[in-house]
């Protein structure tokens, strides 16, 4: 595709580059017709607007554009392949009062990259937020906080503030934050982000640790956060598949993959009845196993 790129102070032209890929929550515009905004010509002859955009190069000029939609990606809502859509040049932050009222326009973090606005190519979501919810309204009101803003991908159980509000104390069984902890849980699982669990504070007991890890991960936590690097290892441990767990789903995706071209919507995998959640599940294991692996693998020795 040709667009018109800048590449220093009045060095500007008509270029070939690679075409946009669409990511899950994109449209690709095919562009159809762009105006002139008062910014283009200061920018083009090299000087630079207040906010300091751009804020590197190549740039790419035109972004007051309209045109019709040529691809969807799969979480998109609202829109379809055809439509005629003007387009919008930046992304609000998602959380200052402006936003929160649909007045992204006027996003009061405009030109902040840290606090998460996007112009002038910044992939979308390139930014994501790991709230930390440590008090009672953000506990009963869990499911609709985390859907606030599609930049969080993930959020923090707090349980210290948490008790201090409700002025109980922490015990090692945590039977008192054990209702906090399912509901946060469930608020995560209904906005597809990862929930992670308290930090476990008494930093020398490791088998009440070892514990209180596995209970974590049995309610439905994700994952678990920490306050000292001797929980590490055990955190690591609970939340990584074991070979023999992998081993397991993997079989089980393939038994349940050969009995659906068969055209059975159920089948047997070591004595045991496997349907449709239960190759999920699998399913699950084996793709988390895989980006644990892929993650390990790109660290450095």
Request: charge should be negative; hydrophobic fraction near 40%; charged fraction near 25%.
């Amino acid at each position: 595709m040709k667009a018109l790129v800048m590449r220093g102070p009045g060095q500007f032209g008509i270029e070939e580059v690679p075409k946009p890929v669409c990511g899950d929550r994109e449209v690709l515009v095919q562009v159809k017709a762009v105006a002139i905004c008062g910014s283009d010509p200061v920018l083009l002859a090299g000087g630079s607007l207040s906010d300091g955009l751009p804020g590197s190069l190549p740039h790419i000029a035109g972004h007051e554009g309209a045109g019709i939609i040529v691809q969807c990606g799969k979480d998109v809502k609202g829109f379809a392949v055809g439509d005629r859509v003007a387009v919008e040049s930046h992304l609000g932050c998602g959380y200052c009062e402006n936003c929160q009222a649909g007045r992204y326009n006027l996003c009061r973090n405009f030109g902040d990259v840290s606090a998460g606005h996007k112009q002038h190519g910044l992939e979308p979501n390139s930014i994501s937020m790991i709230p930390l919810f440590e008090t009672t309204d953000a506990i009963v009101h869990g499911a609709e906080l985390l859907g606030l803003c599609r930049r969080i991908d993930g959020v923090q159980f707090g349980a210290e503030d948490l008790t201090k509000e409700m002025e109980i104390p922490r015990t090692l069984g945590g039977e008192e934050i054990r209702y906090a902890r399912e509901q946060l849980i469930f608020a995560a699982r209904a906005n597809g982000v990862d929930s992670l669990d308290t930090p476990f504070t008494d930093v020398k007991n490791l088998e009440a640790l070892e514990r209180d890890v596995a209970q974590a991960k049995a309610m439905g936590f994700t994952g678990k956060t920490c306050i000292h690097p001797s929980h590490i290892e055990a955190i690591h441990r609970a939340f990584t598949p074991t070979e023999e767990e992998v081993r397991r789903a993997q079989g089980i995706v393939a038994a349940m993959e050969a009995a659906v071209a068969e055209g059975k919507g159920a089948c047997m995998y070591e004595n045991k009845m496997v349907d449709a959640p239960v190759a999920e599940r699998a399913r699950k294991i084996v793709e988390k196993a895989a980006r644990i692996q892929a993650a390990v693998g790109s660290q450095p020795a």
